[in-house]
């Protein structure tokens, strides 16, 4: 089992506002007799604005001493996340989970936009004092 993130608690109370069930903590997803683990597997409930839509969430701190190397593990774990999901749980979107930290921080710089746009990045922008979700990308 991965060891969780520092925002693990958190990121669950923040989908949780804003209308999500977490419905697997974290998500196993299975390829090929390998498992990786995403930290959360959030679900709208039946009959909210967004019925039956599925995510997984993928929880990043950037708080270690370089960004720029928070940054390459992430966008690798992003990538095969993506790849994964694509092929067993093709209706499920990625997303990455930040602080508003991290967002004002490295993503803001122009390496953090061009990573967002080049690999297509969904972001999960979360507060982690009221924790609540602050925006969500796209």
Do not use: C
């Not at 089992?1 to 196993?28: E, K, N, S, Y």
């Not at 007799?33 to 993928?58: Q, S």
């Not at 960004?67 to 593990?73: A, P, S």
Request: glycine share 8%; hydrophobic share 40%.
């Amino acid at each position: 089992m991965p060891q969780r993130d520092i925002f693990h608690d958190v990121v669950i109370d923040a989908p949780v506002a804003d209308g999500w069930t977490i419905t697997d903590d974290p998500l196993r997803l299975s390829y090929g007799g390998r498992n990786v683990y995403v930290d959360l597997g959030p679900e709208m409930p039946i009959g909210a604005e967004k019925d039956n839509r599925k995510i997984a969430v993928e929880i990043k701190s950037f708080i270690g001493e370089s960004d720029i190397h928070e940054l390459e593990i992430a966008l690798g774990q992003y990538e095969l996340y993506q790849g994964i999901l694509e092929q067993v749980e093709a209706d499920r979107e990625l997303y990455m989970a930040v602080s508003t930290f991290a967002f004002e921080g490295i993503f803001s710089e122009p390496i953090g936009q061009l990573m967002i746009t080049r690999a297509n990045l969904r972001l999960m922008i979360f507060d982690d004092h009221t924790k609540r979700v602050a925006k969500w990308i796209p």
